[in-house]
C-alpha cells in the first residue's frame, strides 16, 4: 500500500472544507448511510463506458489488468484516470467530484480506511451483496474494511500488511538472529555496524514524513507497544502509557540517530530507494517492495540478498497496520451495472493472482496465501497471510481526514529532532483533539 505522499497546503485546505461538507452530510444524512441503490435494494443497471479513479500506478501492470477487461467487452472499455500519488491529494479530489455529484469517475479505487467515510456521506452505492459471491473466499479482516454498518460498500481487491525488510547477508556474517522485538533489532544493528562491511549502513526507517504513512507508522508502534490509539468502543485512548512507550521508541530512535535523520523525510518509495541501494540494515515497508529490490535489472544492489520478518514490537510481535485498497461505485456514476461487473473481474481470484506475480502486492482471496508457485516466488506470502490476520485497523471514522491530520502533526512534532515536542504533552493534545473530532 504506497501512500507515498506528501501533505500540501492545498491537500490541507481541501481536507478542511471537505471535513465540513462531510460533518454536514453526516448529520443531515438517515442513519443507514449510503446510496439510492443500495438502500432500496434496487439493480445496479447501465452498460457502457466506464471510467477508473485510481491514484499513481508505479506498479506498471495496471495497464495490464484494465487492458485484459477492455479485450473481453469491446462495448464496455474502461478508461484508466490516474489522480495524484499523494493520498490526501486523490481523497480530496475523489470528494470534490462527489460533492457536485460528478459522474466523471465510474469506479474509486479507495484506501480501506476511507470506505466508512464515502458510505456515510452517501458518496458510494450500497453493493448486493448477493451478487458478488466471492466475499466468503476472501480474508475475513479485508471484507470487514468494505462494509458500513454492516452493509457492503465496496469490494475488496488489494490488501496488505507491514514487514520488516532486513539484509540476511549481513545479519548472517554478524551472526544475529532476526529481531523480534525493538531492542533485539537496536543490538543487531550495532553487530552488524561492527562489521568492516556494515560500517556505513543506517540501521532503521519506516515511514516518517507527515502524511498518511506517518499514521500507519505511529499506529504501528503504539499497538507493537500494547496501546491503542482508538478503542474497540470507538473511543480515543491515545494518552497511555504503553503509547507513550510506543511512540518514545521512535522518538529516541532518531535522537540516537538509530534512525537516520533523513528519515523524517521518508515516504515509501524513498525509503525503498534508501534499502535498495544498500543504505538500511531494516527497513519497514509493505509487500511491494518485495518483486523490485529483487530485480536483477541493475535497479537494486541488494537482489538476492534480503529477507522479510513479521514487524518488532517494543517487547514481543509486533502489530501490523491493515492496509490495502477497495473498489466501489460513486453514486453518481453512469453504467453501474458494468462498474460492478468490472469490480468482480479484477477482484477475481484470476487477476489477484496475475497482480501477484507481477507486483507481489497483497490479495485479499484467502487461497493466494497457500498457492505453491506464489509461495515459492514470494516466500513472505504465509508471515504476510498471519500479519494481515492480526493487523489492526486504522480509526473506521466519518471525519477521518481531520482526524489523520491530526494523528500526523502530533507524531511529527515528537519526531522531528532536535526540539522535538515532549511525546507525554503530544499524546496529551493528542486525546484532547481526538476526543472533540471522534464523537459517538
Known amino acids: 500500500m504506497r501512500f507515498e505522499r506528501s501533505h ?14 462531510l460533518l ?5 444524512g ?5 446510496g439510492s441503490n443500495g438502500a432500496a435494494g434496487g439493480a445496479l443497471e447501465g452498460r457502457g463506458p466506464i471510467k477508473f479513479a485510481t491514484g499513481k500506478d508505479t506498479s506498471g501492470n495496471l495497464t ?43 469506479v474509486l479505487n479507495l484506501d480501506v480506511v476511507w470506505t466508512a467515510e464515502f458510505a456515510a456521506n452517501r458518496w458510494i452505492t450500497q453493493l448486493p451483496e448477493d451478487q458478488f459471491p466471492d466475499l466468503g473466499k476472501l480474508l475475513p479482516t479485508t471484507v470487514d474494511t468494505a462494509k458500513y454498518r454492516d452493509k457492503l460498500y465496496a469490494v475488496p481487491v488489494t490488501s496488505d500488511g507491514g514487514l520488516l525488510y532486513y539484509r540476511k547477508d549481513l545479519l548472517d556474517k554478524a551472526g544475529v538472529e532476526v529481531p523480534k522485538t525493538w531492542p ?17 549502513i543506517n540501521c532503521y526507517a519506516g515511514q516518517f514524513e507527515k502524511y498518511e504513512g506517518l499514521t500507519v507508522n505511529f499506529s504501528e508502534a503504539v499497538n507493537g507497544a500494547g496501546g491503542v490509539v482508538v478503542g474497540d468502543d470507538g473511543k480515543p485512548n491515545v494518552d497511555t502509557p504503553e503509547a507513550l512507550a510506543g511512540l518514545t521508541a521512535l522518538v529516541e530512535g532518531f535522537k540516537t540517530g538509530f534512525i537516520p535523520k533523513a528519515a523524517i523525510t521518508y515516504q515509501e518509495e524513498p525509503g525503498r530507494r534508501a534499502f535498495q541501494e544498500g543504505n538500511l540494515l531494516f527497513h519497514r515497508n509493505w509487500p511491494y517492495v518485495y518483486a523490485l529490490a529483487n530485480k536483477t535489472d541493475g535497479s537494486s544492489k ?23 485498497h477497495n473498489y466501489a ?20 481470484e484470476e487477476r489477484q493472482k496475475a497482480n ?3 507486483t507481489s502486492q497483497a490479495p485479499t482471496w484467502a487461497s493466494l496465501y497457500d498457492d505453491p508457485a506464489l509461495n515459492k516466488q514470494f516466500p513472505y506470502l504465509a508471515p504476510l497471510k498471519a500479519s494481515i490476520a492480526s493487523a489492526k485497523s486504522r480509526p473506521k471514522v466519518v471525519k477521518y481526514g481531520d482526524v489523520t491530520t491530526a494523528i500526523q502533526e502530533a507524531a511529527y512534532g515528537a519526531l522531528k529532532q532536535p526540539g522535538g515536542t515532549d511525546p507525554k504533552q503530544a499524546l496529551t493534545d493528542l486525546q484532547t483533539k481526538l476526543s472533540t473530532l471522534i464523537t459517538q
Request: hydrophobic share 40%; charged share 20%; proline share 5%.
Open 356 to 358: 501477484v506475480e507481477k
Open 8 to 21: 500540501t497546503r492545498k491537500a490541507v485546505a481541501l481536507a478542511v472544507v471537505s471535513s465540513l461538507v
Open 30 to 34: 438517515d442513519e443507514g448511510g449510503g
Open 302 to 324: 541488494i537482489a538476492g540478498k534480503f529477507a522479510v520478518a513479521p514487524l518488532p514490537g517494543l517487547s514481543g510481535p509486533g502489530v501490523s497496520t491493515l492496509g490495502g
Open 184 to 200: 533485539e533489532m537496536v543490538a543487531a544493528c550495532a553487530k552488524v555496524k561492527a562489521l568492516p562491511e556494515g560500517k556505513a
Open 329 to 348: 461505485i460513486s453514486e453518481f456514476a453512469k453504467n453501474k451495472a458494468t462498474a460492478a461487473d468490472f469490480i468482480k473481474f479484477m477482484s477475481s
Open 24 to 28: 454536514t452530510a453526516a448529520c443531515g
Open 64 to 106: 495490464n489488468q484494465v487492458k485484459a477487461w477492455n479485450s473481453q467487452h469491446p462495448d464496455e472499455q474502461v478508461t484508466v484516470t490516474e489522480l495524484p500519488e499523494s493520498a490526501d491529494q486523490q481523497r480530496a479530489q475523489m470528494i470534490s467530484n462527489a460533492q457536485i455529484k460528478s459522474d466523471e469517475f465510474s
